[in-house]
T-cell receptor, first 114, second 115 residues
């Protein structure tokens, strides 16, 4: 069975400092992994996705994530936080062979202070 | 290209009533999935439709149902509403619905409040 664990429910950073949002996954097959962002009262927007190509995935707005199979991790990073990055971030897994739906982590709320 | 649209954006119902939510996918997308988002349970998969057929279903009671029309638009119905059904209901569309590779594009959601 597949599952996703987001290790921090809340992360606070200062503007201009690096961002690290941690995600571990569990999957019986070759997973596809995604990071989505949700701003208040908005829908979910895809930041980036991993589908067994390059292990370092670059996304929108300067975000990137690295797939590490040995650690079953898919952490999201950004070198320099901006105030507009404040939102809720979801790590998501989907299994290719299982044909299942997206399985979401519980989410990490990112706060950015000036 | 227009994004995924959902109507209505807000709904208030009372216990025991039923409700229908609508979702129009991105043009050319044939797969529509529905998700429920609550503070306690987070985001949970309800069901997925592809070419007018339910292809996948989450772990929700039979009060939750859906359908898809020939133009790929989808509706979700909840009968005999309970207080716990209060949630944000999100619709997502993708080209073919092969979840592991297709990107799912989400609509803004319908906020349902059950009193």
């Amino acid at each position: 069975a597949q599952s996703v664990t987001q290790l921090d429910s809340h992360v606070s950073v200062s503007e201009g400092t690096p961002v690290l949002l941690r995600c571990n996954y569990s999957s019986s097959y070759s997973p596809s992994l995604f990071w989505y962002v949700q701003h208040p009262n908005k829908g979910l927007q895809l930041l980036l996705k991993y589908t067994s190509a390059a292990t370092l995935v670059k996304g929108i707005n300067g975000f990137e994530a690295e797939f590490k199979k040995s650690e079953t991790s898919f952490h999201l990073t950004k070198p320099s936080a901006h105030m507009s990055d404040a939102a809720e971030y979801f790590c998501v897994v989907s299994e290719r062979q299982a044909g299942t739906a997206l399985i979401f982590g519980k989410g990490t709320t990112l706060s950015v202070s000036s | 290209k227009a994004g995924v649209t959902q109507t209505p954006r807000y709904l208030i119902k009372t216990r025991g009533q039923q409700v229908t939510l609508s979702c129009s996918p991105i043009s050319g997308h044939r797969s529509v999935s529905w998700y429920q988002q609550t503070p306690g349970q987070g985001l949970q998969f309800l069901f997925e439709y592809f070419s007018e057929t339910q292809r996948n279903k989450g772990n929700f009671p039979g009060r939750f149902s859906g359908r898809q029309f020939s133009n790929s638009r989808s509706e979700m119905n909840v009968s005999t509403l309970e207080l716990g059904d209060s949630a944000l209901y999100l619709c997502a569309s993708s080209v073919s619905g092969s979840h592991s590779t297709d990107t799912q594009y989400f609509g803004p959601g319908t906020r349902l409040t059950v009193l």
